[in-house]
């Protein structure tokens, strides 16, 4: 059985959540709409039509929910801060936006709670996409102007900060497949976002140089270990061309400043342009990598899929979410990123979408048990095999608002009654509680 003892002693364990997911209060206090808000309101656009707008009403109840987080025992939170709820309108500062997470961090110190900020997780201000969005160029000195403010804001109390969260995701699901907001289906496009998105980041790297001299930051990306879905050697071929899209991606530019090749040479191939302006500045060096891993993707090649490629079902147990357990992954891709990049990593995301069911008062999650149990087996497995991890942060503190999929998917170790808004310990919580203690 694993023990919380078996890792370093400056290893951290915490959990995960972004604003949009949890915060609601979406109309209050001068918070601005993003692009969510508007993809969320618009029908047919997530379950049920779903929004936001209250979510856990975290806004209001940030002081139980970090109780919560005391009573279990972590030793640091990942959050992000809504950018429209500090530039309702991409520019101007929105005073209550700004005490509101003055208050969380605060909070947080006071409890003995380390806070890791995500500046960016996918609630781009509506103002700004107005004029171009994560198209426009401009938008990344728009990002450096938020960063800069939030560094200065925040920076002697946290000196922990991620400038993005899963570029991959704002970009391609964003962009190429619509499922994400702003919802458009353009493959140059969503190339187009990556590249300003890493811009961005670049930008915020700099500007985390000059204002937060003691602290660490870094970029948080999705992590999947891609796998051939048959034997047929063109699909391992593939498979190696889909790590180079997903994966490396957003890895090389950031510490090699270019582009993974055979990646380049098919999107050119298919007459799209990749951009390569400002690599100087995307690689500007970063402290650590942020590992969001789930699962495997297995893939096989498909002359009918524009890229060549397409998705296959792999006979795993899978989550709710459909996606297959497989904490090989995690080792795998934790060894693959420190021995292709050489930096520090914290796992910023790992945990499962469960059937949890309320039952007298209970959620008896033991298959979430088991999940995390896995990870982090195979987590402390990289660590001794060389790997210089630092963190694990689960996904996530609590049920939440779960982009298209709305309220649909729980992946909280605490259970959200939406009616009630009531926050119960799930058997995960309460097993994480005494793991903490081992
Ligand atoms: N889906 N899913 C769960 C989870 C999502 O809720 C987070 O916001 C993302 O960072 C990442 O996709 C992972």
Not at 376 to 398: P, R, T
Request: negative net charge; aromatic residues 14%.
């Amino acid at each position: 059985m694993i023990r919380r003892s078996d890792f370093p002693k400056d290893f951290i364990f915490g959990t995960a959540t972004a604003a949009y997911q949890i915060e609601g209060a979406a109309n209050e206090d001068g918070r601005g709409p993003s692009i969510w808000d508007v993809f969320s309101h618009t029908p047919g656009k997530t379950l049920n039509g779903d929004t936001g707008d209250v979510a856990c009403d975290h806004y209001h109840r940030y002081k139980e929910d970090i109780q919560l987080m005391k009573e279990i025992g972590l030793d640091a939170y990942r959050f992000s801060i809504s950018w429209p709820r500090i530039m309702p309108d991409g520019k101007n500062i929105n005073q209550k936006g700004v005490d509101f997470y003055n208050r969380l961090v605060d909070e947080l110190l006071k409890n003995d709670i380390k806070p890791f900020v995500t500046l960016y997780h996918w609630d781009l201000p509506y103002a700004l996409y107005e004029k171009g969005g994560w198209l426009n160029p401009d938008i990344a000195l728009y990002f450096r102007a938020y960063a800069t403010f939030m560094f200065n804001e925040l920076g002697d109390r946290v000196k922990h900060w991620i400038t993005l969260n899963e570029p991959w995701c704002s970009s391609f699901l964003g962009y190429y497949t619509g499922e994400h907001a702003p919802g458009h289906q353009n493959l140059q496009e969503a190339i187009t976002a990556a590249h300003n998105l890493l811009r961005a980041h670049g930008h915020a790297v700099q500007a985390f140089r000059e204002e937060v001299k003691d602290g660490k930051v870094g970029l948080t990306n999705v992590v999947m270990k891609i796998e051939p879905g048959d034997a047929k050697p063109e699909s391992f071929l593939v498979a190696n061309l889909v790590d180079k899209f997903v994966n490396a991606w957003f890895h090389d530019p950031v510490v090699f400043g270019k582009y993974p090749e055979e990646a380049v040479a098919l999107y050119t191939e298919k007459g799209l342009q990749v951009p390569d302006s400002d690599m100087n500045i995307i690689s500007t060096p970063i402290d650590f990598f942020g590992v969001n891993y789930y699962t495997r993707t297995l893939v096989v090649f498909d002359m009918n899929n524009p890229l060549g490629f397409s998705y296959v079902q792999g006979d795993l147990p899978k989550t709710e979410m459909g996606w297959e357990i497989y904490p090989q992954g995690l080792f795998d891709m934790l060894v693959y990123l420190k021995e292709r990049y050489k930096l520090p990593l914290y796992i910023t995301e790992n945990g499962m979408a469960g059937p949890d069911k309320l039952e007298n008062g209970r959620v008896h999650d033991n298959y979430r048990i088991e999940y995390l149990e896995k990870h982090f087996e195979k987590a402390l497995e990289a660590i001794n095999a060389g790997v210089d991890l630092k963190g694990y942060f689960i996904w996530s503190l609590m049920d939440n608002f779960e982009w298209a999929y709305g309220y649909s998917k729980r992946f909280g170790i605490i259970y959200v009654d939406y009616n009630t808004q009531k926050r119960i310990l799930k058997d995960s919580a309460l097993w994480l509680k005494e793991f903490l203690k081992s």
